[in-house]
């Protein structure tokens, strides 16, 4: 019996016009009722996260920067879990992307900071309705303060696609890098990832790998599905998590969430 369903966010839940469907909160709603818990797993900062999990009614832990922090929803907002990439680390990789001219975003104690106001950063965050702060130089910052998550954007999919690449290498025994959607880059640390938070939160809550859900729709929720015993792909999911998954679902337009914990929860 699923007691536990642990989904993705954005392209899963949350259209690209980030808006939520009827069926899928309704769906959230019937999870409550049954008392499964409905775990929201992303690699958006909690402020954004927590707007989600409001408007879903959703009191449980919030998992934040793709498993690097974990908090209590919108009650205390204690935090339960934390792993902030190392400084040195924080400071090669901010030097590699600026020499690389990539529009880069830090995240540093759950703040939004970047060095250039542009059409990428107001489009990133007028969408996902966050604040962020120009600097003249993210080097300058102090990155002992927490830096949760660095994410390089740009339009060019194929560039993102292969600094992902040259950084996975570069980096493989030290950090966690991974694309989450074909225009993001997301380095956080090393054990830092969904599938982490979601072995941290099973045994929190004395909840088996037998007992979990886990959906999502990119590459980054490889590791989420890794973590459950029903592993569910959206229809519109990266094909490198179709394999991994167990069962593909409608997609996010036809409301595959919906779906799923239909045929696996109820």
Do not use: W
Request: charged share 30%; hydrophobic share 40%; glycine share 2%.
């Amino acid at each position: 019996m699923i007691k536990m369903v642990v989904t993705d966010i954005d392209g899963t839940i949350l259209k690209k016009d980030f808006t939520v469907s009827n069926n899928v909160i309704n769906a959230i709603n019937e999870l409550t009722k049954k008392n499964i818990k409905v775990v929201l797993a992303t690699g958006r900062m909690y402020c954004a996260a927590i707007k989600i999990a409001k408007i879903l009614n959703i009191s449980t832990p919030l998992v934040c920067y793709q498993g690097a922090l974990i908090k209590n929803s919108c009650n205390d907002k204690k935090t339960l879990y934390v792993d902030p990439v190392k400084p040195n680390l924080a400071l090669e990789i901010l030097q590699e992307l600026k020499n690389k001219n990539i529009h880069t975003n830090l995240y540093l104690n759950d703040e939004l900071f970047c060095e250039h106001d542009n059409d990428i950063i107001k489009d990133y965050t007028n969408k996902r309705l966050i604040p962020y702060k120009v600097v003249e130089n993210l080097l300058d910052l102090d990155l002992n303060n927490q830096v949760n998550k660095i994410l390089a954007i740009d339009p060019d999919t194929k560039l993102i696609e292969n600094l992902t690449c040259e950084l996975q290498e570069k980096y493989k025994n030290s950090l966690y890098i991974v694309r989450s959607t074909k225009n993001f880059c997301e380095i956080s640390s090393k054990n830092s990832n969904k599938g982490t938070a979601v072995r941290f939160l099973s045994n929190l809550f004395n909840i088996k790998k037998d007992e979990i859900l886990a959906i999502g729709d990119e590459d980054n929720d490889i590791d989420l599905l890794k973590s459950a015993k029903v592993k569910i792909a959206m229809g519109n999911a990266s094909e490198n998590l179709k394999k991994e998954a167990n069962d593909i679902t409608k997609s996010i337009d036809e409301d595959g969430f919906a779906f799923a914990v239909e045929k696996y929860c109820f």
